[in-house]
Every structure is written in C-alpha cells, then in structure tokens.
C-alpha cells in the first residue's frame, strides 16, 4: 500500500473538518443535566482513506475530527455541563489507539499532520478542564492501548476497571519502533508523576499495566470492578460537577453550519477568504473586519450567537488553516492580510474584554486563544501584509505576531486613496491569548527587553503607523510604495526556494522563545523525536516495523544507536 | 532420577525435576492453597466428599498414565507433567525454522508467550466454574464419574499453564497465575477471558455439546501450542492433548447416545418424522430438531474462540516460532508463509466471499478449518447411528457466518444456511435456529438425577463399553451422603 496511492473514502475531494453530531460516524454525544457522555464508538468501516479498517476503537482522523468537534459544541452549546464521560461503546476495549494500518499506509506529511491535529484535540480536553469548568472522567473499561492511554491521559481522572484484564499500555517501542506520539510520555512523567523508572517499564512493555499496580504507578487514578463502575463513575461525575466552577446561565448557543464555498483556488466564508497561488506556492488568508458595532451588552452578544463577529472569524480562520495544513501540502508560505475599519475591531475586543466573565464571551476568547496556537504550530511560512485597507488591530494583530514575518507599507501606495495603514493594539493583546509555551507573543518578541512591553502597552488603542510600529518593535520591516513590491516578492521567492523540511525546523524553533509548558514539549518532542524517528527505516523502511506490523514478519532494525 | 516416573517425593506430583528447583517449588507451595480453595469454591458443588472412579498420570509413559482408583477430588493428584524431551528438537516454522528449540523464554518473545500461556491457561478452570452445578442432574453414575473426570483434568491443565508461568515468567508470571484463580466464569467484576467460557452449562446436553465442540477449540490450540519452538510449551501441550481425547470422546458419545435413545424411542413409538416435535418430547427425550439447534449454538460459539479470520496476531505468533499449524511438521510448504495466501471467507459487496489473504494474517481462519473439518467428522458418525436406527433426519454444521460475535460477520444476522437476513427477519426466525427458552425449559425439565449403579435416565442410552472395562453396573462415584 504506497502513500500515494491512499484514497480518500467515499470519493471525498479533500479532508473536510466540518461536521455536527446528527452525522457522527464514530462518537455519541448525549448530554443530562450538568453531566455529558462522550461514547466512543467507531465505526470500523468508516475511515476515512480507503483500505483499512478501524478495528477495536481503532481512530483515523476522522475519527478525531468529530471528537474535536463534540468538544467544541460541549462548550459552545452546553453552558451546563460540567462534567464530560469519556467512555467506549464497545465491550471491553476502550480504544487500540491510531490505527496502525492506516499509519502505515499514510505519507510522512499526513502522520505528522494528524499527529498535531490529535494533540491539538487532546490540548483541547485540558483547556475546556481548566478554562471552561467541563472536567473530563476517562472510564478505561478493556484495552487502553497507546493512543487510547494518550487520550485517557488528557482527562483530569482516570477510573480502571478491575476485570483482571483491562490494561493501560503505551506499547509503542515494542511494537511499532516509534513513540506515544500524542502526548503520552510527557503526560506520563509531567502531568501523572509516573516515576522516570516506573515510565520506562511501562513504555517498553507491550501488555501494559493493570489493576492495582496501575493506581500504585499513578498511571490511573482508580481501579473499580464492574460490579460497582456505573455507581462510582456517576459519584466522580457528580463530584467533579459539583466542584465546577463554570457558571452559565441559560441557552447554549448553537453552532450553525459554516457557510463555504472552494471554487478552484479560493476558499470562501462570510468573513475568511483564502487565495491559492499554485506557481508561486503561496495561500493568502484575508479577514474581513466587522461591518456593525458589536451588541452593547453579554445577553445580546449570546443572543448574536455564532453569528457575533469573533466566534464566526475564529470558526472560519480554524477550518481555513485545517484546510491547508491537511490538503494543500505544497503551499510554503500563509500570507495573512486583513480588510475593514480597525476601530470596529477594536470594539469588538472591548466587548470581549468588559463581558469576560459571560460564559459564552470566555469560550470566544479561549476559542481564539486554541485558533492562534493552531497558526503557531502551523509548519509553513508565516507572513503579514500590513498594507491600506487592513485592521491588524487587537485580536487580529495577533496574527502579525505569530508571523515569522511582517511586512508594513509606509504611507500608501500610488494611485490608492485609501489612507496609510495603521496597526492597533487592544488588552486582547497582552494577556488573554497565551501561546502553548504560556507568554503572550509580545512577551516572547520582547524577551531581551520586558521593559519594550511597557512602552508597547502604553500605546494600546493607538492607531501605530508603519514607522512607529518597526520603531516599537511589532513589525519586521515598514517598507515604502517604491521598495514593497521588490521586497516582498524577493522575499517569497527565496522563501519557498530553501528547503521545506529544514523551514519547519528553523520555524518551530524560533517561534517559541523562552520557557517551556506541558503543552509546548508536547509539540516539541513531537517535532524533534517523533518526527525523525517516522522517517527511520526503523520505523518506516521496507523492513521497517510500521511495515511489517500486521503481516507477523519481524522488522529488521539498523542497530547504531544514533 | 527417570524422567519417566512422576516424581512424589514433593507435595506436588510431577516429571520436571521440582525438587531441585526450589524457586519454582515455593512459588507452586505458594499457589496451591489458593487453588485448593478455588477448587472447593468453584469446583463441583455437593460431590467433594464423594468417592470417584478417577484416572491419575501416574507417568507419562503411554502405557502407565492413565491408573484408575477411588479417589475424593479435593485429595486428586494435579501434577506437573510433560512430554518427554526430544533430543534436538527444532523450531519448525516461522523466521526461527531449523534452528534448536528454545528451552528458555527468549526475551524479545516474552510478552507474546506468557499471552499465549495465559489465555490457554485461562480456558481450563473456565469450564469447571461453567459445569459446577452439573454434577446434581447427572444422568447416571457413569455420566457423573465422566463429568468429574473432565473437571479434575481441566484442573491439572490449569496447573501445567501455571508451572510455565511461574518458571519461566517471574514475577510477572507469577501474578498472571494468582489471576487466574482470581477471574470467575460469567462474572461481572472479572470474567473470563474468552466469550464461550462465560456462557452457562445449564444442563446435560450443553455439557455434551461444550465437550464435542468447545473442547475441540481447546484441542485444536493445543495442537498448534504442541508445535510450538519454545519447548516446555510444546511438551506440555503435548501431554495435554492425551487427557483432551477422553473429554472429545465424552462429548461426542455423550450426544450419540442422547440421539440413540431418542430414535429408539421414536421407533418404539411409531414416530416417522422427527419433527413430530411434541409427540417425540412427550416420550421423555429430546427431539432431533432441538439436538441441531444446540448444535448451531455450540459451534457457532466456539468459532468465536478462534478470533478474527484475518490476525495480526496469528500471524505474529507463528513467524516468531511460538504457536504453529495443526499437525505443522506434517504439511508439505515451506513452513515460512511469508508469500503465500490462503482463502478467506469475507463479506465483500452485499455478498459473502472467498478472498485470497496473506497466509500469515489468515491462520486463525486456517485452523477454524481445520476445526471445522474435524467437526464434521464427528457430525458424520451422528448421523450414522441416526440412519441406522432408520431415522430420516441428518445433522449438519450451521454456516459460518450464523450467530457471529467475532469476526467478519458478526454486525450482521444469518440462517444456518448462511442466508443474510435483516434483523427484522432475524427475530422472526431466530428460534427455528437457536434453542428457544421453550427448549430450554424442556430440556431443563429431563434434568432429572439418576445415581443408582447401572441405570440410566430416559433420555440417554447406556454406553457400549464401561470406563477401564469396568461392567454396566459399576459403582463410579461412591456418593457421600
């Protein structure tokens, strides 16, 4: 089965993130009261390539893209809920984790894409813990196995059952030559405690570990026999209800279809526009200010719905960059540039800045927090267009901060009337959008010199021009009518000229400055270990273990220890 | 010392040399006072006391391992005992093929033989727990005796697994082995392991129908573990395989003679037609019919032991040299399977196929056939005695793909012809296929205890030859009041 070769299931086009409940494949979701189940049950002949089958809860990404998308309507439509049951609808195997066939089968830039993509969704469990109040007991019911751990692993507990056989195992090394690429062995040691030695059994032991011994480790956080699991799992979900502090009141608000249109190269919604240039392997991400002032108060924002200005952006922006990521694999460079009044931007930001203890305000902004961090992990070239016309100002600013670079035009160009371009800065700015390494991305600009921050914020809500935003450090270049175009087109073509593999490297080390968090070695490791490790012939050569999984042949290793 | 002689010396009979091995010999003392309370917890319930007529490996001498005395079954001699070593014994197949057998775990196969050892292992007290209460509705003494026979033997296979693991597994093995005392047949907390063993023996038949076919599983893996390149596994098996025939035979003349009396019956009455369903129960045996139906419930189940046709498992397992193919040595390939392919029963399109898979992959559904053959050769001599006995009435295995839990077919529903029905028509005609609880409550309703020597109830023939020749009457089980 050649990587190129993989089809998409059902004649599909391209990988479509969008998706509701009523057309769910593989997960439940049924909500009582203040308690959510989450059931995973997957459907094995619903991956989402042709030519394997997602057997013993098995997951494609398919598969995670409706658990990501549960997770979304958990806390954009449910206010109540406080407590989500991660359970498996099949008997005795909660689930056997990424489906090696389908692993096997998929190109270098699929593995890696869905690698993140998973993270992504697991980092998405543990902020709507921490952030939303919606706690999540995983209910391990049979096998736990690598992936399946890793997604146990993201809940804040963990309940076993004691069946004498139901195991959690990270069998990675031992059978495929690759490692927990999910989270698992950070979360393991970071966020479990398991001690280093008590891990490294743990990892290299295909069976895993079961019963008390698995409570003894910290690899689980009880174990209960099945007699008596539905009593204890209903008193945990009451108990982590109870100590909940998500305080919504009311309606859900429900997160309508996204409207889209792909046509050829370009990419339509409502206020998201994405342009493909094939030849000069560029994408070019434009974003549309809001038209109307905002609500003038929270119950008229939640009334807006999915239809106030920045829930609809960061909904269309995410399903923009998953598109790319996943099924534009040649495009180097994202080019961000925005188009509208900045001052109605800015009042939007207010809204959400004055109404944060809404609860549908707080998951906006936590939203756009998960949508910004998806750019930063985002490995292609990431550049902003500062040029008339645009509204980089407060949350959209953003995004000319997690650029690898901003260009800004001096003044404006000849034969255009529109004014100057200005960059705006809102409190959304510097505090409510922390990347995955726990600094905003002005603090990570400014890591020589904290005090640059200061003389930064002092200018909030100031329209900057091109040459006091290059002065205060916001941007790369501030570039005139007569040396913008030169520049930026020499820029791109030396860019997309270097090496795509050594750019994801150059970038992803940049990109995070200073301190490391969980979530941020996550991504590192992913990038660093597990990244070159898919690439060995140990993992993935004709002899590779990846290969022969499945067929009962032993892998054959180059043994050098590199 | 003569490997030969089972070695009494020690509390725990065996031909392994235990007394030199003092780690293993604690770790077994260790274990046994938990067994002997499984044992009198979960073994047979009112009939510990009793005096049964019981074969003891006294030697695993072919001429000297079956000896036959009284003996109490609590008091039963459960041993250690293997086939003999063969000198220079190879690995027969898989990527190790030709090279010398393995008498100790080789690391990088660890895990996957103490899987095998503990998943075998599990079978065997399985049963016992599933036939615990049999021994109260015996058909006879004979029947009562032949019932203990299995149990106690089922016993001592749990021991010969439980030697492996504390040998050759450490701590490991260890705990794997005080897991296996600890699971319970059709418990909620720990069930066992593998479906069909979580099932109930209610009654005499199931118990009859359990031997023929679901022991025949345990055969059928203990011929493929019997092949196996780590050699204590494979003499274990070995010896294993010849205590395993006698509960074949009782499963299988176990149904013969049900269906003997019943077409004697008949014929006695004047019935022609073995449909006649009512007027056939009302002689007090059970009607043909009803016999199928067990028989479609019984193999369709134990198919389900084989596991998914097409097994990474399987497949990993038999290149690595650790679980071959029925009678592997005798086959005429390369042993290797890495090229070839073999014929897979799949659904595919709307419509039920042979599909051509990886022979390494298909191995699970290599031995199924191999079962499945064996089965019918069982089949095949029912239904001689029912066409002697001038009976028009031939028994048959249902299709494959009916009444599946595992496996290609089991999200869909199919007669015993192998016709795809919607559920709708499933519950319609389930129970023309599978015992009913109507049937079950007849069958219930025959359980009737017999315990006097040389008699038997209605619905069952006495057998032709007695256990080591003893005469019709014989006393088998001295039941203690």
């Known amino acids: 089965?050649?990587?190129?070769?993989?089809?998409?299931?059902?004649?599909?086009?391209?990988?479509?993130?969008?998706?509701?409940?009523?057309?769910?494949?593989?997960?439940?979701?049924?909500?009582?009261?203040?308690?959510?189940?989450?059931?995973?049950?997957?459907?094995?002949?619903?991956?989402?390539?042709?030519?394997?089958?997602?057997?013993?809860?098995?997951?494609?990404?398919?598969?995670?893209?409706?658990?990501?998308?549960?997770?979304?309507?958990?806390?954009?439509?449910?206010?109540?809920?406080?407590?989500?049951?991660?359970?498996?609808?099949?008997?005795?195997?909660?689930?056997?984790?990424?489906?090696?066939?389908?692993?096997?089968?998929?190109?270098?830039?699929?593995?890696?894409?869905?690698?993140?993509?998973?993270?992504?969704?697991?980092?998405?469990?543990?902020?709507?813990?921490?952030?939303?109040?919606?706690?999540?007991?995983?209910?391990?019911?049979?096998?736990?196995?690598?992936?399946?751990?890793?997604?146990?692993?993201?809940?804040?507990?963990?309940?076993?059952?004691?069946?004498?056989?139901?195991?959690?195992?990270?069998?990675?090394?031992?059978?495929?030559?690759?490692?927990?690429?999910?989270?698992?062995?950070?979360?393991?040691?970071?966020?479990?405690?398991?001690?280093?030695?008590?891990?490294?059994?743990?990892?290299?032991?295909?069976?895993?570990?079961?019963?008390?011994?698995?409570?003894?480790?910290?690899?689980?956080?009880?174990?209960?026999?099945?007699?008596?699991?539905?009593?204890?799992?209903?008193?945990?979900?009451?108990?982590?209800?109870?100590?909940?502090?998500?305080?919504?009141?009311?309606?859900?608000?429900?997160?309508?279809?996204?409207?889209?249109?792909?046509?050829?190269?370009?990419?339509?919604?409502?206020?998201?526009?994405?342009?493909?240039?094939?030849?000069?392997?560029?994408?070019?991400?434009?974003?549309?200010?809001?038209?109307?002032?905002?609500?003038?108060?929270?119950?008229?924002?939640?009334?807006?719905?999915?239809?106030?200005?920045?829930?609809?952006?960061?909904?269309?922006?995410?399903?923009?960059?998953?598109?790319?990521?996943?099924?534009?694999?040649?495009?180097?460079?994202?080019?961000?540039?925005?188009?509208?009044?900045?001052?109605?931007?800015?009042?939007?930001?207010?809204?959400?800045?004055?109404?944060?203890?809404?609860?549908?305000?707080?998951?906006?902004?936590?939203?756009?927090?998960r949508v910004l961090k998806r750019v930063d992990v985002t490995s292609r070239t990431l550049v902003a267009l500062i040029e008339p016309g645009s509204c980089f100002a407060g949350s959209l600013a953003e995004l000319v901060f997690a650029a690898d670079r901003a260009y800004m035009l001096i003044g404006s160009r000849q034969g255009d009337n529109r004014a100057p371009p200005k960059l705006m800065l809102s409190a959304m700015n510097f505090g409510p959008y922390p990347m995955s390494h726990g600094l905003t991305r002005l603090q990570s600009r400014f890591q020589a010199d904290p005090s640059e921050l200061d003389r930064v914020k002092a200018r909030l809500g100031q329209p900057l021009d091109a040459e006091t935003a290059e002065e205060l450090g916001l941007v790369t270049f501030a570039l005139d009518d007569i040396d913008w175009d030169d520049e930026v087109r020499v820029f791109f073509e030396a860019r997309t000229s270097f090496s795509p593999d050594s750019l994801t490297g150059l970038e992803a080390n940049l990109r995070f400055v200073g301190p490391e968090t969980m979530e941020s070695k996550i991504f590192a490791r992913l990038t660093a270990w597990q990244n070159w490790i898919f690439q060995r012939p140990n993992a993935v050569g004709e002899a590779g273990a990846l290969q022969r999984y499945g067929t009962g042949e032993r892998p054959q290793f180059d043994m050098t220890r590199v | 010392m003569n490997i030969m002689n089972v070695d009494y010396t020690t509390k725990i009979p065996n031909n392994v040399n235990l007394t030199e091995d003092r780690q293993v010999l604690k770790a077994l003392e260790g274990w046994h006072p938990g067994y002997l309370d499984w044992w009198n917890d979960m073994g047979p319930e009112g009939f510990q006391e009793s005096l049964v007529y019981l074969r003891t490996a006294v030697s695993v001498d072919p001429k000297g391992w079956a000896k036959f005395d009284y003996v109490r079954m609590p008091e039963y001699r459960w041993g250690v005992l293997l086939a003999p070593q063969e000198e220079g014994r190879l690995v027969n197949f898989g990527q190790h093929m030709g090279e010398k057998a393995w008498q100790e775990v080789p690391g990088e196969y660890r895990a996957m033989l103490r899987r095998l050892v503990v998943?075998?292992?599990?079978?065997?007290?399985?049963?016992?727990?599933?036939?615990?209460?049999?021994?109260?509705?015996?058909?006879?003494?004979?029947?009562?005796?032949?019932?203990?026979?299995?149990?106690?033997?089922?016993?001592?296979?749990?021991?010969?697994?439980?030697?492996?693991?504390?040998?050759?597994?450490?701590?490991?093995?260890?705990?794997?082995?005080?897991?296996?005392?600890?699971?319970?047949?059709?418990?909620?907390?720990?069930?066992?392991?593998?479906?069909?063993?979580?099932?109930?023996?209610?009654?005499?038949?199931?118990?009859?129908?359990?031997?023929?076919?679901?022991?025949?599983?345990?055969?059928?893996?203990?011929?493929?573990?019997?092949?196996?390149?780590?050699?204590?596994?494979?003499?274990?098996?070995?010896?294993?395989?010849?205590?395993?025939?006698?509960?074949?035979?009782?499963?299988?003349?176990?149904?013969?003679?049900?269906?003997?009396?019943?077409?004697?019956?008949?014929?006695?009455?004047?019935?022609?037609?073995?449909?006649?369903?009512?007027?056939?129960r009302a002689l007090g045996v059970i009607d043909l019919p009803t016999m199928q139906k067990k028989v479609n419930l019984h193999y369709s189940l134990s198919l389900d032991l084989f596991g998914s046709e097409v097994s990474t498992n399987a497949a990993n397992f038999y290149n690595a040299g650790l679980k071959g193919r029925f009678q592997e040595t005798r086959l005429r390939d390369d042993h290797r399977l890495t090229g070839d392919t073999y014929p897979v029963l799949k659904w595919v399109d709307g419509a039920i196929k042979l599909v051509d898979e990886p022979a390494l992959t298909a191995l699970n559904m290599r031995l199924r056939d191999d079962y499945t053959n064996d089965c019918n050769k069982g089949i095949e001599r029912w239904n001689k005695i029912v066409k002697a006995l001038g009976v028009d009435f031939e028994f048959a295995l249902p299709h494959t793909a009916f009444h599946r839990q595992i496996g290609e077919f089991k999200n869909m529903h199919a007669t015993a012809g192998g016709e795809i029905v919607s559920d709708a028509q499933w519950k319609k005609v389930r129970d023309d296929f599978l015992p009913s609880t109507e049937d079950g409550d007849f069958i219930a309703s025959l359980m009737t205890p017999v315990s006097e020597p040389g008699e038997f109830a209605s619905w069952i023939a006495p057998p032709k030859v007695g256990i080591d020749n003893k005469p019709g009457d014989f006393e088998y089980v001295k039941i203690s009041e």
């Open chain 1, 1 to 369: 089965m050649a990587a190129e070769d993989k089809k998409l299931a059902n004649g599909a086009t391209h990988i479509d993130f969008q998706t509701d409940p009523s057309r769910y494949r593989h997960w439940k979701l049924a909500v009582d009261g203040e308690i959510a189940t989450l059931t995973m049950d997957v459907d094995e002949n619903g991956g989402l390539f042709d030519g394997y089958q997602l057997k013993l809860n098995s997951y494609d990404l398919g598969v995670d893209i409706e658990l990501a998308d549960a997770l979304q309507r958990l806390r954009f439509e449910h206010p109540q809920v406080k407590a989500v049951l991660l359970r498996s609808g099949k008997n005795r195997v909660f689930c056997a984790g990424a489906n090696i066939r389908m692993l096997a089968g998929a190109t270098h830039a699929h593995k890696v894409n869905f690698c993140k993509f998973t993270n992504e969704t697991r980092n998405g469990i543990e902020d709507s813990s921490a952030n939303s109040g919606q706690h999540f007991i995983c209910v391990v019911n049979g096998t736990a196995a690598g992936g399946g751990y890793e997604l146990a692993l993201a809940a804040d507990h963990i309940v076993l059952v004691d069946d004498g056989s139901a195991a959690v195992s990270l069998p990675e090394v031992p059978l495929l030559a690759v490692l927990p690429g999910t989270g698992g062995l950070t979360r393991v040691t970071d966020k479990r405690k398991v001690r280093r030695d008590h891990a490294d059994y743990f990892c290299t032991f295909e069976e895993g570990v079961k019963g008390k011994r698995a409570v003894q480790w910290r690899l689980v956080d009880e174990v209960v026999p099945n007699s008596k699991l539905e009593a204890r799992v209903a008193d945990r979900a009451r108990a982590f209800a109870a100590a909940s502090k998500r305080d919504a009141q009311g309606e859900g608000i429900k997160l309508t279809p996204l409207m889209r249109t792909i046509e050829g190269d370009s990419i339509r919604y409502r206020f998201v526009g994405a342009d493909i240039d094939r030849a000069a392997r560029t994408a070019t991400i434009s974003i549309k200010a809001p038209e109307v002032p905002p609500p003038a108060d929270p119950e008229a924002v939640v009334v807006q719905g999915a239809a106030f200005w920045p829930l609809q952006v960061a909904r269309e922006l995410d399903d923009a960059i998953l598109h790319l990521r996943l099924n534009e694999l040649e495009i180097a460079v994202l080019v961000f540039k925005s188009e509208g009044d900045p001052a109605q931007v800015l009042a939007y930001d207010a809204v959400l800045d004055a109404c944060k203890d809404n609860w549908f305000v707080n998951e906006v902004r936590h939203f756009w927090k």
């Open chain 2, 119 to 280: 998943i075998q292992g599990d079978t065997e007290p399985a049963s016992v727990e599933q036939q615990r209460h049999l021994g109260k509705t015996a058909p006879s003494l004979y029947d009562m005796r032949n019932l203990f026979q299995v149990n106690v033997e089922e016993g001592r296979h749990l021991w010969a697994m439980v030697y492996l693991l504390q040998k050759y597994f450490g701590r490991d093995g260890r705990e794997e082995a005080d897991d296996l005392l600890r699971r319970r047949s059709g418990d909620a907390d720990s069930p066992r392991m593998l479906g069909a063993f979580n099932e109930a023996t209610p009654d005499w038949l199931s118990f009859f129908m359990f031997t023929f076919f679901t022991d025949r599983d345990g055969k059928m893996q203990l011929e493929s573990l019997a092949q196996s390149g780590f050699d204590p596994l494979s003499r274990t098996c070995r010896f294993m395989l010849t205590e395993e025939a006698h509960h074949m035979f009782v499963g299988e003349t176990g149904v013969g003679r049900i269906l003997r009396r019943t077409c004697e019956a008949m014929r006695e009455a004047g019935i022609d037609d073995p449909h006649e369903v009512e007027r056939v």
